[in-house]
């Protein structure tokens, strides 16, 4: 079984700049998460999406969005970009399940350098 | 608001020695979940242990063993026999209960382990 997979892996842009990431779960998992990574902040969540709907979503400003399309994949799209964006994004799936041990596969991330 | 703190920025241990991990939480929600991820260089994380907010027994995964005091709201992770590929990130990380929360994980700051042989 494949898993989880992000692109680009790596990505250098400018301030000011929009950028948008890929992130494709593991077949049949229908929850995708994603998470900022900084070595400041350490890791931060930012949005769940679950059946093309956001299920939650982290304290980050409306510049950072994401959407799921119907065959689970998402994609998230961070505007204007600031150099305090630069960071490791990283998206986990999961089954959507009763109880509380729900698994989240991780990718591998997109390390995004704004300059 | 939950929180997770791990008070230990970075440890070395010897190859083939135990290690203790500390995580301690905060959470006002009675049914939660604890879960431990280790983090390569290559950045990745990879899921060790989970245990859960009403589990009786402390879990176990192979060399990774989880010492859950719930009075105490601490979950640390026991790696014993430490190997050099033990050398990693370890985050611990909570996910609530309330259906709000959805898959919702909410990280440590994480411990750096360096294993010298």
């Known amino acids: 079984k494949a898993g989880v997979t992000q692109t680009p892996r790596y990505l250098i842009k400018t301030r000011g700049q929009q950028v948008t990431l890929s992130c494709s779960p593991i077949s049949g998992h229908r929850s995708v998460s994603w998470y900022q990574q900084t070595p400041g902040q350490g890791l931060q969540f930012l949005f769940e999406y679950f059946s093309e709907t956001q299920r939650n979503k982290g304290n980050f400003p409306g510049r950072f969005s994401g959407r799921q399309f119907s065959n689970s994949r998402s994609e998230m799209n961070v505007s204007t970009l600031e150099l305090g964006d630069s960071a490791l994004y990283l998206c986990?799936?999961?089954?959507?399940?009763?109880?509380?041990?729900?698994?989240?596969?991780f990718g591998p991330g997109t390390r995004l350098t704004v300059l | 608001a939950q929180k997770i703190t791990q008070t230990q920025p970075g440890m070395f241990v010897q190859e083939k020695e135990a290690v203790t991990l500390d995580c301690t939480y905060d959470?006002?929600?009675?049914?939660?979940?604890l879960f431990w991820y280790k983090q390569p260089s290559s950045g990745e994380m990879i899921f060790l242990i989970y245990?859960?907010?009403?589990?009786?027994q402390n879990a176990t995964e192979g060399r990774y063993s989880l010492n859950f005091q719930k009075a105490r709201k601490s979950a640390n992770l026991v790696i014993s026999a430490s190997q050099l590929g033990d050398s990693a990130m370890y985050f611990c990380?909570?996910?609530?209960?309330?259906?709000?929360?959805?898959?919702?994980?909410?990280f440590g700051g994480g411990t750096r382990v360096l294993v010298k042989p």
């Open positions: 990380a909570m996910r609530e209960g309330r259906r709000a929360a959805g898959n919702k994980l909410t």
């Open positions: 986990a799936s999961s089954l959507v399940g009763t109880g509380l041990y729900n698994e989240q596969f």
């Open positions: 245990q859960g907010s009403y589990d009786q």
């Open positions: 959470t006002s929600d009675p049914s939660y979940g």
